[in-house]
């Protein structure tokens, strides 16, 4: 288990649901990032917050739509998902973030959140 | 554009043997390096290397970071079933990048009993 804590570990979902996925960690970090995994392939950043402002977006499309209601949570809202959006998505922190505070600091990854897309 | 290459993509190996994993980046406004293990679930944090030349060691694993050649190792000793994983090695853009990673394709470790 890791500090970082990801709901729900499955999920499996329709073209037109709408859902979403949760992220909490307690330990202080003011950097929280989603990451996108398909088999056998490296993560890709898709998000990163600093002190609950999106900082990076990295060109992801419209149907995932982040979110930081606090500094210990990040939320992924998933709507209109494709096929091709099935993957495992992952959730990490560090102390590290841009705006201020400790620098050069490891990120932590939660066990993420599988997702299929029906 | 950022470049990673991990090397091999994949080894098998006995248990008991040494391996070594390799990973050569060029980044903008690199930082650090980190290393990480995956099994099934979360990418697991090894190392953070900042400075070159300098070995971080966590048991039978060790790593070190060549800032002049842009490359850097890991090295697991007397390996065991349970290293069978991918490793993952991630340069770390500074300051203006927020701090962002760019993994590599890793290396996928099988050590057989």
């Known amino acids: 288990d890791t500090e970082v804590t990801q709901t729900p570990k499955h999920l499996v979902m329709g073209m037109t649901n709408k859902k979403s996925l949760k992220c909490e960690q307690h330990?202080?970090?003011?950097?929280m990032y989603w990451y996108k995994q398909k088999a056998k392939k490296p993560p890709e950043l898709m998000f990163v917050?600093?002190?609950?402002?999106?900082?990076i977006n990295e060109s992801v499309p419209s149907r995932f739509s982040p979110e930081c209601p606090n500094s210990s949570l990040l939320n992924l809202h998933l709507h209109a998902l494709q096929p091709e959006d099935s993957a495992l998505y992952l959730c990490?922190?560090?102390?590290?973030?841009?705006?201020?505070?400790?620098?050069?600091?490891?990120?932590?990854f939660g066990d993420g959140t599988r997702l299929s897309i029906l | 554009e950022d470049k990673v290459v991990q090397s091999p993509l994949s080894l098998v190996v006995h248990e008991g043997d040494t391996v070594t994993l390799n990973c050569s980046y060029e980044?903008?406004?690199?930082?650090?390096l980190l290393w990480y293990k995956q099994e099934k679930k979360a990418p697991t944090f090894l190392f953070m290397l900042?400075?070159?030349?300098i070995e971080k060691k966590s048991g039978r694993l060790s790593s070190i970071l060549d800032k002049k050649e842009l490359f850097s190792i890991l090295n697991i000793t007397a390996t065991q079933t349970g290293d069978s994983a991918i490793y993952l090695c991630?340069?770390?853009?500074?300051?203006?990048?927020?701090?962002?990673?760019?993994f590599g394709k890793g290396t996928l470790l099988t050590v057989n009993p």
């Open positions: 990490a922190s560090s102390q590290d973030a841009l705006g201020g505070g400790p620098i050069n600091q490891p990120q932590h």
């Open positions: 330990m202080g970090h003011r950097a």
């Open positions: 917050y600093s002190y609950e402002k999106l900082s």
């Open positions: 980044v903008t406004n690199f930082r650090s």
């Open positions: 900042t400075s070159s030349g």
């Open positions: 991630a340069p770390k853009k500074g300051g203006g990048s927020n701090y962002k990673l760019t």
